[in-house]
């Protein structure tokens, strides 16, 4: 029996059947990698303005970018601040979704929907709030100002993707540990994390 003609589900349906299935998310995925495929010949482009196909090749953008110490200043700066966000986010991100999970109070799912709000609401307002609140703060400009402004936003998408997993788990495990002894911190260390 070819793959073509085998059950591509429980359903029993064929993955003949579902070809046009295939060929659909085989163009959105296209065009949807697509417009970026195409900057990469454009970065080769010798032009002062982007344009495709580029007229003269070069390299001069990768050797101004390396060459200028402002960019390679910037670059260590966006690498600096998204390795302490993803310090600061990971945890705090994983202490709340355990939190909520473990709880089981009724007003876990809505307090889940208010921590999640920085994904839902649009960057530029949060942004334009952040920018205010920092300037009275004096935060703006300064590492740790972007570090929590970046962590507003990485922490729900920790808490969303430990949820998840916290779904197929079985709290009843750290709780056998911690009634043979463990406390619970060690329980969450051992067992848990």
């Known amino acids: ?16 059947k579902r070809s046009w299935l295939y060929l659909l998310a085989s163009v959105i995925m296209l065009l949807l990698v697509l417009p970026t ?6 970065s080769f482009s010798d032009s ?7 007229s003269n090749w070069s390299i001069r953008w990768y050797l101004e970018y390396l060459e200028t110490s402002k960019w390679m200043q910037a670059t260590l700066t966006s690498l600096q601040i998204g390795f302490l966000t993803m310090l600061v986010a990971t945890p705090v991100g994983t202490m709340a979704a355990y939190a909520l999970y473990v709880s089981g109070h009724p007003a876990a799912k809505a ?14 307002l949060i942004a334009i709030g952040t920018f205010y609140v920092f300037g009275r703060m004096g935060l703006n400009n300064t590492i740790g100002g972007l570090v929590l402004a970046h962590t507003s936003l990485a922490a729900p998408l920790v808490m969303i993707i430990i949820t998840s997993a916290f779904r197929t788990y079985d709290i009843n495990q750290e709780r056998v540990a911690r009634s ?14």
């Open 48 to 54: 002062q303005y982007l344009e495709f196909p580029p």
């Open 37 to 42: 495929l195409i900057v990469i010949p454009m």
């Open 111 to 124: 307090i889940f929907v208010f921590l999640i709000t920085p994904m839902i609401v649009p960057v530029i």
């Open 1 to 16: 029996m070819s793959w073509w003609n085998c059950p591509a589900s429980e359903t029993q349906i064929t993955h003949g």
């Open 180 to 193: 043979l002894g463990a406390s619970r911190l060690k329980a969450f260390f051992a067992i848990t994390l």
